[in-house]
């Protein structure tokens, strides 16, 4: 199973295979919008013009996909753990299935995503309120900007106690390879220049107060 932090390589791997599905260079390429019925039938004409069968075709894919994981691997773009997790998601995947197999998001947000718990325990120090406090406040609609600015607590200040705060955790996945030291670092940039998560939308809406039933004269 892909978590969320690994899902922007898996788009990323995704796209690449799913691109390469054209006729020498031609403006025909397999996208997520084509039916299963059309790209079936490409595929079968593509294996004619190459002179490949389907199955060889399938295999050259499996292969590219594999050759191109290893890429990643070997310039830290992704740890071992996240290349097998895609490898393992995309097998016996054949071209024609390669969009459906994407998963929609990515990118620094998903990887945020993936530390919510500990980013949501930094905010907390950031604010000088409990975990527990700040949990309640969120789960009642309020956002991190509200919460800071009932602690007079300044945007800029929060982000750089944010970052210290949660920079320990994210060293820790570095070390147990959960995370690749570059995409530590595409975290904490976003922190610091980027939308903050749960900084301006609450967690989710308060529930409107039910009207009481009036009383009968």
């Not at 390589?9 to 997520?32: D, E, K, N, P």
């Not at 490409?42 to 292969?63: C, D, L, P, R, T």
């Not at 992704?78 to 097998?91: C, F, H, V």
Request: some cysteine; proline content about 5%; overall charge positive.
């Amino acid at each position: 199973m892909i978590t969320r932090l690994g899902r922007q390589r898996f788009l990323r791997v995704v796209g690449l295979a799913v691109g390469a599905v054209a006729v020498a260079g031609s403006a025909v390429i397999v996208t997520a919008s084509a039916s299963s019925t059309a790209c079936s039938n490409f595929m079968k004409h593509f294996a004619v013009e190459i002179g490949k069968s389907q199955a060889q075709i399938n295999s050259a894919f499996q292969k590219a996909i594999a050759d191109t994981l290893a890429d990643e691997v070997k310039s830290n773009q992704i740890t071992q753990a996240q290349a097998d997790a895609i490898k393992k998601k995309l097998a016996n995947q054949t071209p024609c299935a390669l969009p459906a197999a994407a998963p929609h998001g990515g990118g620094n947000k998903a990887e945020i995503a993936a530390y919510m718990q500990q980013y949501v325990a930094a905010a907390a120090l950031a604010l000088g309120i409990t975990e527990a406090q700040l949990k309640a406040d969120l789960a009642g609609g309020q956002s991190l900007s509200q919460v800071a600015t009932a602690q007079k607590v300044s945007e800029a200040d929060f982000r750089s106690k944010l970052i210290n705060n949660l920079k320990p955790a994210l060293d820790k996945a570095v070390t147990d390879k959960k995370l690749t030291a570059d995409q530590e670092t595409a975290i904490l940039n976003r922190l610091k220049t980027g939308p903050l998560p749960l900084w301006n939308a609450p967690t989710r809406k308060p529930k409107p107060a039910t009207n009481a039933t009036p009383s009968a004269p």
